[in-house]
């Protein structure tokens, strides 16, 4: 082991510290083993700091401390797995990156956030959100205290999590522009992405020109040059959101209209279309994409998505479908009237698990977040696309209807869907007609 990295593991009293079961004794154990030529140590080794310091992505008080380690042997060459790395820093300083998109972080109202929970007065905000039981409060009392306690205690540990991870900008911005390997590169990228710096003078606005260098250098790999365009697409937004400006937006903006031109590879134009949706900047071509991208899982081909048999492209940890889903989620589909039909159109030859994934997709677009009531929803009240949602799903054939997930799905936005003609009749369609067609197809074909 690199002697920096043992005396950083030595500097530390980790018996006083503690993670998700008491002491964190175990923890510089765990994380020499991530050192380890063998990747069943080192898979066990993440496995048990997943458990332990980063327990169902709760930061603890130790997991601060693991971060100078962990940025430390980054540094290092040989280092086995350095992508590996990069990804476990980033998701000990946000818990589920993927939860932070399509708009990055804004580091300023998390900031905001953990001095509100702090502060007198939001005790008492708190207390009256967890009283609405008149007749439960005594007994709850020590529920409230503890649950208050607990709130401010994790807030408290994210936020220095993240501060820890933010240190280790200037290196990520390193490996970018200086590392060979195709792999560590878009994950520097990916890492940048998350630390916009606070204001007009963040250090961290310097992430923007090692990654703009990226953009600029001909011949550059389909997925670093596609975690840039990300990561400067989340970086400005962040900015502009902070300060109403951001350096270098023209320029931006031009290079995402000619990343995003039909002879580019699919991924780079998947990259520069959820960048400019991020910006305001879109163009219906941008919104297309995200439509294929939605109705045709194959439209960014798996080789330029995937470099490895561990880590794929870095954002929302590869899924191109949700991460499409989410960006086309922030605009009014009113205004792109042929996405509808891209996207309806392709339920008929998608197996079941894709239509019902599909499915989620379209119905939030069509209808919002999941409603927490379970009124039932008013046929008179849909709109043009949320009835030409649900009619093309009650117009599917029976192979898609058959088990309950279908229904199931539909009954979580409040529209019948206790049967394939039940779902018909609320829509004014023909009932009894199985929809099957005369091909015959089997459900076990249809997957």
Sequence with gaps: MDPAAQRLLDSVNWASL????????????????????????????????????????????????????????????????????????????????????????????????????????????????????????????YVRHVGLERQRRYAKHELAAYDAVCAGVPLFQKLLEEEEDVEIRAFAAYALAWFPGEGAGGRNRSSAGALQRVLDREGEDILVLSSAIIALGLLNGCWKDADGVSDGMGNLISRLREYGASTRPSLVRFAAAVSAVRLLHHRPEDVSVLACILADRSFVPKSDSQKSNDLGFPFHEGDLFQYSGKAMNTLNLGDYPGVMSTLLDAFPRLGRVEAFELAEVELELAFGPRPEDEDGRQVESLNEIQRRTVTALAELAMKYWRGAVLGDILEEWNIPGGSRDECRKYMGLPVGDTGEGSDGESDEESE
């Design 18 to 141: 503690h993670h998700a079961y008491g002491e964190a004794t175990d923890v510089p154990d765990n994380l020499r083993a991530l050192l380890s030529p063998k990747t069943s140590d080192r898979s066990n080794a993440y496995e048990a700091l997943s458990s332990n310091i980063f327990h169902q992505a709760t930061r603890y008080e130790a997991t601060a401390y693991a971060v100078p380690y962990l940025l430390k042997i980054l540094e290092n060459p040989a280092t086995p797995a350095r992508a590996s790395v990069i990804n476990y820093l980033v998701d000990l300083a946000l818990g589920i990156p993927s939860t932070f998109l399509p708009h990055g972080v804004n580091i300023i109202a998390w900031r905001q956030w953990t001095e509100k929970i702090y502060a007198p007065g939001y005790e008492a905000e708190y207390y009256a959100e967890h009283d609405k039981d008149e007749n439960q409060r005594k007994m709850r009392e």
